[in-house]
C-alpha cells in the first residue's frame, strides 16, 4: 500500500468508538496511530520509529494506554460456575488476588477469547478481554442455564508499565510491595489515598505492570505522575508492539486465531483440562479432538525479506504449488534481520525446517517453517 496515501486516512471518533481518559494525554505526546479494540481506541504508534520504540521497550520503560482491554464482571453465586463453564482451563483450584490466562470457548471448541481471568474473590470476577464480545456470549449462558449472576462491563480503565525498569519506577511510587508481587499475581496499592488494583502483567515479555484504574481523576494524576518522575528512567509513552509480540509469540485474538480454531491447534496445550472433573463447554468435542489428532498447528515462520506490510492473510505453498497454510502476523524483526511470521500450517507441513513459497505484493520468496517463541 501506498504510505503517504495511508497517512491521509484518519479514524472517524463517535461515542460508540469510544475515547479512553488518557487520550488527551497521548495525543500530545506523540500519538501517530490508532486502532480499534473492543469498540474503543487503542494507541497503534508514535512518533519513533517501530524499531526505536523496539529497543526502547527492550532496554526503558514505556507507559500504555490500554484501556481497550476491557473488563467482563461476573459477579453472583454462580459466577465461579458460569466463568468455569466458558473456559477449557481447570479454575476448581484458583486463589483471590490471582489472574489466569484462560482460552474461552463454545460448545465446538472454537475459541471466542483467550483473556486474563482475575479472581477477585469465589464471588466475583473480572475478565480482561481480548478483541471480541465476551460479555454477550457471557449474558447468554447465563440466561439459558439460570444463573444468579450480575455481568457488567465495570468502569475500569488500565494503563500498562511495561519495560525492564518499569520495577524501578513502580517501586519509587508504590514502595518495595509492588516489586514483591509475583507474575499474575494482583493486590490494591494506595496512591494519594486511592486504592488502585495492580497486576504484575502486560502484553510484552520485558515485564511490568498493568494498573486498573477505577478512579478516573486519581488514575489521570498517577499517569502524569509515572512521566514526571520517569525521567531518570527514560520513560516514553507506547502502545503494544508487534515486533516484540511477534517475537515473543504473544498471540493476538483476531489476527493469529479466531472462532475457526480450536486451542489444541493454537498450542494452548496447558491450559486444557480434559481430565479434571470440571465441566465446560466444548469438553467432549476437545476431547475428540485430541483423540483424532490437530488438522493444523500454529507456527513460526522466517522469510528473508527486509520489510512486510501486512494487512490480511498470505497463502504459503509447496513446489508443487499447493497451499499448505497462510501466514497470519508478520514482521520484519530487527534482532533476527529477516521477516518473521505466525502462521496457520496444515498437516502435515508443519516440520520445523520445511520451506514453503510465498508471493508478498508480487515477490516471490521463499521461507522456512519453526517453532515459536522465536526468542
Known sequence: MNSNKMSKIQIAKAKRLRSTPYTSRIEKQGLKAYTTYNHMLLPAGFEDSLEDSYYHLKENVQVW??????QVEISGEDSAELVQLMTCRDLSKSKDGRCYYCPIIDDQAGLINDPVVLRINQNK?????A????ILFAKGIAIGKNFNVKIIEPNVDIMAVQGPKSFPLMEKIFGKAITDLKFFGFDYFDFRGTKHLIARSGWSKQGGYEIYVE??????????????IGKEFNVKPG????????????????NDFDLNDNPLECGFDKYVNLDSNVIFLGKEKLKKIRSEGIKKKLMG???????INMSQSIQLK????????EMRS???SPTFKKVIGIAMLKKPYWDVGLEFNINIEGVSTKGTICNIPFI
Request: charged share 25%.
Open 65 to 70: 494506554d490500554v484501556a481497550a482491554e476491557r
Open 125 to 129: 470476577w473480572w475478565l480482561s478481554i
Open 131 to 134: 478483541d471480541s464480545d465476551v
Open 215 to 228: 478512579h478516573t481523576e486519581s488514575g489521570l494524576e498517577l499517569y502524569d505522575h509515572l512521566f514526571e
Open 239 to 254: 502502545c503494544p508492539h508487534l515486533i516484540e509480540r511477534i517475537e515473543s509469540a504473544l498471540l493476538s485474538y483476531g
Open 301 to 307: 515462520v522466517i522469510i528473508n525479506l527486509d520489510k
Open 318 to 325: 509447496d513446489n508443487e504449488n499447493n497451499i499448505i497454510g
Open 330 to 332: 508478520a514482521v520484519f
